[in-house]
């Protein structure tokens, strides 16, 4: 158990609805990353937020938005949901303090689109 | 921006025999080179990490070397047990505030 927790675990919705993703990182991290993984496809990054505050985006479309609350747990939005979309979504929080990006995922959100 | 090339995409190996995935990064500033473990459902798990000012580190039955002039690592997983089967991803870092890049992964079956 890597200490991230993610919300729901499955999720199955239709074609142009809005959904959020939850994410909780470990106790004591501030940075949470958003990342996209296909079907047979490696790790895509999306998002990165610290201590409530976007640092970088990676390939995120413009129908995706995050944020970052207060109590660092994150929220992913995706809205207008096609097709494609449909994927394993992961969050992961880096080791606060630590010299390196020591990230740590979460067990992630399945998201399906019909 | 950096790139990781992943090879193989799949790997099998008998139980007991040792497996080998290696990578290539394209940026000679990244200096920080983790490997991740997926198994079927479940999300990354960090197994083991070098950085840039070390050549080898080892973890019990898993070892990753690194070899800057060329810009590659690799990890070796010595007998092998067939709870070593998933997916294996590598990832390089640049300095400063920016993401992990992870290649496309090795789906590793271990044959009992």
């Known amino acids: 158990d890597s200490g991230v927790t993610q919300t729901p675990k499955h999720l199955i919705t239709a074609t142009g609805q809005r959904v959020t993703l939850r994410c909780s990182p470990r106790?004591?991290?501030?940075?949470v990353y958003w990342y996209q993984q296909s079907l047979d496809q490696g790790l895509q990054f999306l998002i990165h937020?610290?201590?409530?505050?976007?640092?970088a985006k990676g390939n995120i479309l413009e129908r995706f938005s995050a944020q970052q609350f207060p109590d660092l747990h994150s929220e992913l939005n995706l809205s207008s949901l096609e097709l494609g979309d449909s994927a394993l979504y992961f969050c992961?929080?880096?080791?606060?303090?630590?010299?390196?990006?020591?990230?740590?995922f979460g067990p992630g959100t399945r998201l399906t689109v019909l | 921006g950096e790139n990781v090339e992943q090879h193989p995409s799949t790997l099998s190996v008998q139980e007991g025999d040792s497996a080998v995935i290696k990578c290539t990064y394209s940026?000679?500033?990244?200096?920080?080179f983790p490997w991740y473990k997926q198994e079927l459902g479940k999300g990354p798990q960090l197994i083991i990490d070098?950085?840039?000012?070390?050549g080898e580190k080892k973890d019990q039955r898993i070892a990753v070397t690194l070899n800057k002039t060329a810009k590659h690592f690799s990890l070796h997983i010595t007998e092998t047990q067939p709870e070593d089967s998933a997916v294996y991803f590598c990832?390089?870092?640049?300095?400063?505030?920016?993401?992990?890049?992870f290649g496309k992964g090795t789906r590793l079956s271990v044959i009992a």
């Open positions: 992961a929080s880096r080791k606060t303090g630590g010299s390196y990006n020591e990230q740590f």
């Open positions: 106790s004591g991290d501030l940075s």
């Open positions: 937020y610290y201590n409530g505050e976007e640092r």
């Open positions: 940026d000679s500033a990244s200096n920080y």
């Open positions: 070098i950085r840039s000012n070390v």
């Open positions: 990832a390089a870092h640049l300095p400063g505030n920016t993401p992990l890049v």
